[in-house]
């Protein structure tokens, strides 16, 4: 059986090992929710680090570059480099800045902006005039361009036989170095090279076609188109008519056309026949136009026209080689036809 004073000392180890037991309940807790609310901090304080970082970096300022006399091209691509846009505001005309070219920005060069920031600029349509440009000595296809470039147009221009190289510009108006409205025409002067040389045409008549063709060629000059025509009395072959005619002025480079014989007279008059074709011509109340075609190896001709009383008969003579075909027209309408062996 335990003394008063022991029982005194278990009751006393009891309490303190109690409380000892709620000391260590409420000290877990108490840890758990320190070490949160580090975690929580430091979560907070790494997040809140990198939207500063970003935020800073979405502001960072930069300046402007000047691209005041630059095309588009180089002008966007300049902004481009420090991170600007570039917005066209408008247009206009100017005598010192050229078409496409930057006339003038805002916000102006050196100014500090945020990156993203839309640059301004005005864009120059070029000048209301334009300087004419010089255009003696060079090609007509060189001045063409030229003209183009400047923003003028070809005008008339005239030929003239010159010394200079043909198709070289020779004068122009207006003068070079001119100010003139932008669509000006500029006329022109230009030269047609040496003169030719001139012959009298020589009469061609009575030779025979190669004799022709070889004088027209020591002269430089061309045979032209050569027709065929019959002349019962003149050998086959022999030039019966010309143009231009004997004794008119033909240039070197031009040409002269020739009518040439096309049968030999004898073997014509051999093969030579006649007829007589008689033709009645219909019934009416008026006159009728009658016109009479005849069709042989000499080709086609006419060998009566005019105008017959109605009901009254056409007597037409006529001769033909081999075989010939008669055509009778009233009134433009055909309305008999004959052929002769």
């Given at each position: 059986?335990?003394?008063?004073?022991?029982?005194?000392?278990?009751?006393?180890?009891?309490?303190?090992?109690?409380?000892?037991?709620?000391?260590?309940?409420?000290?877990?807790?108490?840890?758990?929710?320190?070490?949160?609310?580090?975690?929580?901090?430091?979560?907070?304080?790494?997040?809140?680090?990198?939207?500063?970082?970003?935020?800073?970096?979405?502001?960072?300022?930069?300046?402007v570059p000047n691209v005041v006399n630059m095309d588009v091209v180089e002008a966007l691509d300049?902004?481009?480099?420090?991170?600007?846009?570039?917005?066209?505001?408008?247009?206009?005309?100017?005598?010192?800045?050229?078409?496409?070219?930057?006339?003038?920005?805002?916000?102006?060069?050196?100014?500090?902006?945020?990156?993203?920031?839309?640059?301004?600029?005005?864009?120059?349509?070029?000048?209301?005039?334009?300087?004419?440009?010089?255009?003696?000595?060079?090609?007509?296809?060189?001045?063409?361009?030229?003209?183009?470039?400047?923003?003028?147009?070809?005008?008339?221009?005239?030929?003239?036989?010159?010394?200079?190289?043909?198709?070289?510009?020779?004068?122009?108006?207006?003068?070079?170095?001119?100010?003139?409205?932008?669509?000006?025409?500029?006329?022109?002067?230009?030269?047609?090279?040496?003169?030719?040389?001139?012959?009298?045409?020589?009469?061609?008549?009575?030779?025979?076609?190669?004799?022709?063709?070889?004088?027209?060629?020591?002269?430089?000059?061309?045979?032209?188109?050569?027709?065929?025509?019959?002349?019962?009395?003149?050998?086959?072959?022999?030039?019966?008519?010309?143009?231009?005619?004997?004794?008119?002025?033909?240039?070197?480079?031009?040409?002269?056309?020739?009518?040439?014989?096309?049968?030999?007279?004898?073997?014509?008059?051999?093969?030579?026949?006649?007829?007589?074709?008689?033709?009645?011509?219909?019934?009416?109340?008026?006159?009728?136009?009658?016109?009479?075609?005849?069709?042989?190896?000499?080709?086609?001709?006419?060998?009566?026209?005019?105008?017959?009383?109605?009901?009254?008969?056409?007597?037409?003579?006529?001769?033909?080689?081999?075989?010939?075909?008669?055509?009778?027209?009233?009134?433009?309408?055909?309305?008999?036809?004959?052929?002769?062996?």
């Amino acid at each position: 059986m335990l003394a008063s004073g022991d029982c005194n000392i278990i009751d006393a180890v009891q309490k303190s090992r109690e409380q000892s037991e709620r000391r260590s309940l409420l000290e877990v807790p108490a840890v758990k929710v320190m070490a949160g609310t580090l975690v929580f901090l430091a979560s907070a304080g790494f997040f809140g680090f990198v939207a500063l970082n970003v935020a800073i970096k979405h502001g960072e300022k930069v300046t402007v570059p000047n691209v005041v006399n630059m095309d588009v091209v180089e002008a966007l691509d300049a902004l481009s480099k420090y991170g600007l846009e570039m917005r066209k505001t408008g247009a206009r005309n100017s005598s010192s800045i050229p078409e496409d070219y930057v006339v003038s920005q805002e916000p102006r060069s050196g100014s500090v902006v945020k990156e993203g920031t839309a640059v301004s600029v005005v864009i120059s349509m070029g000048s209301k005039t334009a300087e004419v440009p010089n255009l003696v000595g060079k090609s007509l296809r060189e001045a063409r361009v030229d003209l183009t470039t400047a923003g003028l147009r070809v005008g008339r221009f005239s030929r003239i036989y010159n010394a200079s190289e043909r198709e070289t510009v020779l004068a122009q108006s207006p003068p070079s170095k001119q100010q003139v409205p932008r669509e000006t025409p500029v006329s022109m002067l230009v030269s047609l090279g040496h003169r030719p040389r001139e012959y009298k045409t020589p009469n061609f008549v009575g030779l025979s076609l190669e004799k022709a063709s070889a004088l027209l060629k020591s002269m430089n000059v061309s045979l032209g188109k050569i027709q065929r025509k019959t002349d019962h009395s003149r050998p086959q072959g022999v030039i019966l008519e010309q143009s231009p005619a004997p004794g008119s002025f033909i240039a070197e480079g031009s040409s002269v056309s020739l009518v040439a014989n096309a049968l030999s007279g004898q073997r014509y008059r051999m093969e030579r026949k006649f007829g007589v074709f008689l033709y009645k011509v219909p019934y009416g109340f008026r006159p009728k136009a009658v016109r009479v075609d005849l069709s042989d190896t000499d080709g086609k001709r006419t060998i009566h026209e005019g105008v017959s009383e109605a009901g009254s008969s056409v007597a037409v003579g006529f001769a033909y080689s081999g075989n010939c075909t008669v055509k009778v027209y009233v009134d433009g309408v055909l309305e008999a036809e004959r052929i002769f062996r």
